[in-house]
């Protein structure tokens, strides 16, 4: 199976500041139609995983902004450029190139 | 808009069959895979397998020997069992809207089961 690892697992921040979320995967995911299929999904407290970004950096509808997806290959990252409240819970990339389809461990982003 | 609901016992004896489904509103199953995925307390995300409404199905090779996904287009539902669980299996299941690879972009709410005697 394809490991996805991501850093930091614990990201403790200050309303407003940046945020930055690393994942890298031990294959490329670069699949045979061109496309990457890196995943970014956000999981509030207490409820189901939301897709935020797919294919590296496409935002999904209803995504504020501040939200951002960008890499290739094996190395992608998540950025939000201004943390609000709402944005506490865990994150999660997800690979679709490779099945059987995985996700990385997650990171906790407290404020 | 597309919304899933996962229905299921919440308490499953070791050794048994597991049994979920999820029901599809707001919209038809075609054209799209409809997923499993499962999440064992404070840990993270399995993806357990797919089934693209014509009746194809995917599954995690880590659970294949186990793991039966089916769609009944006319009751717009789909459906997971699990044979034989241990405690291993307990976990938050979630059924999830697939665009292809590009992951779930509907999830239901999940389902806590529990596998207990």
């Known amino acids: 199976d394809v490991v996805m690892t991501q850093s930091p697992l614990s990201l403790p921040l200050t309303l407003g500041q940046p945020a930055s979320i690393s994942c890298r995967s031990s294959?490329?995911?670069?699949?045979?139609?061109?496309?990457?299929?890196l995943n970014w999904f956000q999981q509030r407290p207490g409820q189901s995983p939301r897709r935020l970004i797919y294919?590296?950096?496409n935002r999904d509808s209803g995504v504020p902004d501040r939200f951002s997806g960008s890499g290739s290959g094996t190395d992608f990252t998540l950025k939000i450029s201004r943390v609000e409240a709402e944005d506490v819970g865990v994150y999660y990339c997800?690979?679709?190139?490779?099945?059987?389809?995985?996700f990385g461990q997650g990171t906790k982003v407290e404020i | 808009q597309v919304q899933l609901q996962e229905s299921g016992p919440g308490l499953v004896k070791p050794s048994e069959t597991l049994s979920l489904t999820c029901t599809v509103s707001?919209?038809?199953?075609?054209?799209?895979?409809w997923s499993w995925i499962r999440q064992p307390p404070g840990k993270g995300l399995e993806w357990i397998g797919y089934?693209?409404?014509?009746?194809?199905?995917y599954y995690n090779p880590s659970l294949k020997s186990r793991v039966t996904i089916s769609v009944d287009t006319s009751k717009n539902q789909f459906s997971l069992k699990v044979n034989s669980v241990t405690a291993a299996d307990t976990a938050m299941y979630y059924c999830?809207?697939?665009?292809?690879?590009?992951?779930?972009?509907?999830w239901g709410q999940g389902t806590l089961v529990t596998v207990s005697s």
């Open positions: 707001g919209g038809s199953l075609s054209n799209y895979y």
């Open positions: 997800m690979q679709g190139t490779h099945w059987p389809w995985t």
């Open positions: 999830a809207r697939t665009g292809g690879r590009a992951g779930g972009d509907h």
């Open positions: 089934i693209f409404y014509t009746g194809s199905t």
């Open positions: 294919k590296v950096s």
């Open positions: 294959q490329s995911l670069v699949y045979s139609d061109g496309n990457t299929y």
